[in-house]
């Protein structure tokens, strides 16, 4: 599927109709919202089906990408950002429906979307922010997904050359650090931005969740945003080059070939 992406100042414009937006955010973001499009529509076509849930909208920067990339376009966020009239301006403009949730443990809010209504649902830079037991939410996300449908997860590389500092022995066995995947699955936990993944956490994750869903895309990708200055960039663009392993971000893509056996997994409380 070939897409066009916009000039990054010719994209932020179209906001200032409905009262701006966080520009210095969307400044910032705009490679990250860019490069995942990109990435994703290497492996997908729109006859597959357009229907995407934007799980974690904010301002809809997101959305409105990939909303002019042919996407219909579902946002969910907290109803604190969607009160906003700018926010409530341009979505009836782009024609995206929002979706309030002010509590995504219980996940209430996606009562409302319909069984297999989405064929794709974006979790952006949002795993590693959960800080609460996920599997009720994941349960509304494996209802929602329709079959052969993608989820697009994309997160820090906890093995980033820069990134926080390793367990070596863990890093041996490829599975980060921190809390396992294993008990964030099965134990009640706390935290703000408290875990980043390996990629073979994230892939191991999803196995622990369903055997419904199969990871059909993994990488590791270049960093998204904006280097502090030029000898960093250049060295950081080596390391990237030699030690693909070492690139701070990840890009999953996480298929849900069936539903024949739901979320399996449960937690221990």
């Known amino acids: 599927m070939q897409i066009s992406i916009p000039d ?21 973001h705009f490679g990250r919202f860019a490069s995942t499009l990109v990435e994703f529509c290497t492996s997908w076509d729109l006859q597959r089906g357009n229907r995407v849930l934007d799980i974690g909208a904010h301002w809809l920067h997101q959305s409105i990408l990939w909303k002019q990339a042919g996407f219909d376009i579902t946002a969910v966020d907290l109803p604190i950002t969607f009160e906003m009239a700018n926010v409530q301006s341009i979505a009836r403009a782009m024609d995206i429906k929002l979706i309030p949730c002010a509590n995504l443990e219980a996940a209430d809010a996606f ?16 795993i590693e922010h959960l800080t609460f037991n996920p599997i009720r939410f994941w349960k ?8 052969n449908g993608r989820l697009v997860v ?19 066995r490829g599975f980060g650090g921190g809390i396992s995947v ?8 706390y935290g703000h931005h408290w875990r980043e993944f390996s990629k073979h956490e994230v892939i191991r994750y999803f196995c622990l969740l369903s055997p419904d869903f199969n ?15 030029d000898a960093r960039k250049k060295l950081a663009s080596g390391i990237y080059e030699r ?18 056996h739901g979320i399996v997994m449960q937690p221990s409380w």
């Open 243 to 260: 030690f693909p392993g070492l690139r701070p971000n990840l890009h999953l893509e996480i298929e849900l070939s069936s539903k024949d």
């Open 111 to 126: 009562d409302a979307i319909a069984d297999s209504s989405a064929d794709v649902i974006l979790f952006t830079e949002i």
């Open 140 to 147: 509304q996300v494996h209802r929602i997904l329709a079959p």
């Open 154 to 172: 994309t997160t820090p590389n906890y093995y980033a050359w820069n990134g926080r500092a390793w367990d070596f022995g863990r890093f041996l």
């Open 215 to 229: 990871t059909v895309k993994a990488k590791t990708v270049r960093n998204y945003y904006p280097e502090p200055n």
């Open 8 to 28: 990054a100042s010719v994209f932020a414009r179209q906001f200032e109709p409905h009262g701006s937006t966080d520009r210095a955010y969307l400044a910032h």
């Open 182 to 189: 294993d008990a964030i699955l099965g134990t009640h936990t």
